[in-house]
T-cell receptor, first 109, second 113 residues
């Protein structure tokens, strides 16, 4: 059965800290891995990763994929209170996204 | 910037009633999806739609559910006879092609009483 597992499930850090969120997957048809940020409502897109070893960066956020070991990490440096959210990992498997349960990140001032 | 829109933002209905959730995907997108998220749980795939037919559906998407693209812009999800456990946030998503990411609408919160 296809699955996406994220860890940790929740994380509390102080502003300015660096965090690393993990996502591992087992899917039969891998097309890409996506990271989303979910605050109050809809997930908002962060990164799409298709190739191993190529880091994607956007400001303080970065992500990388390892297709051999079947995992991805999302790094956030110099965290801010506005980074507090649930971070979702999903694998695009042909017709559907298979979602992880998310990591709830809380940034304390 | 183009975005996916959904209406209504919140729908309250009585158990057994039919509801139709509406979505307007981004205009040049060809692939459409419905997901749901029960409060506190993970996002679940319901159905994908391409070329005026269902491409894939999950086991959640039983005979009570149907989707339609009645015109060139709307994409609807119908639940024929709602159950209490249908209460959830329903997200519509679309993408241009299979190499593109899926863009999500703001969601419709469905409450079944």
């Amino acid at each position: 059965e296809d699955k996406v597992v994220q860890s940790p499930l929740s994380l509390v850090v102080h502003e300015g800290d660096t965090v690393t969120l993990n996502c591992s997957y087992e899917v039969t048809n891998f097309r890409s891995l996506l990271w989303y940020k979910q605050e109050k409502k809809a997930p908002t897109f962060l990164f799409m990763l298709t190739s191993s070893g190529i880091e994607k960066k956007s400001g303080r956020l970065s992500s990388i994929l390892d297709k051999k070991e079947l995992f991805s990490i999302l790094n956030i440096t110099a965290t801010q209170t506005g980074d507090s959210a649930v971070y979702l990992c999903a694998v695009d498997s042909n017709y559907q996204l298979i979602w992880g349960a998310g990591t709830k990140l809380i940034i304390k001032p | 910037e183009p975005e996916v829109t959904q209406t209504p933002s919140h729908q309250v209905t009585q158990m057994g009633q039919e509801v139709i959730l509406r979505c307007v995907p981004i205009s040049n997108h060809l692939y459409f999806y419905w997901y749901r998220q029960i409060l506190g749980q993970k996002v679940e795939f319901l159905v994908s739609f391409y070329n005026n037919e269902i491409s894939e559906k999950s086991e959640i998407f039983d005979d009570q559910f149907s989707v339609e693209r009645p015109d060139g812009s709307n994409f609807t999800l119908k639940i024929r006879s709602t159950k209490l456990e249908d209460s959830a946030m329903y997200f519509c998503a679309s993408r241009r092609d299979v190499t593109d990411t899926q863009y999500f609408g703001p969601g419709t919160r469905l409450t079944v009483l």
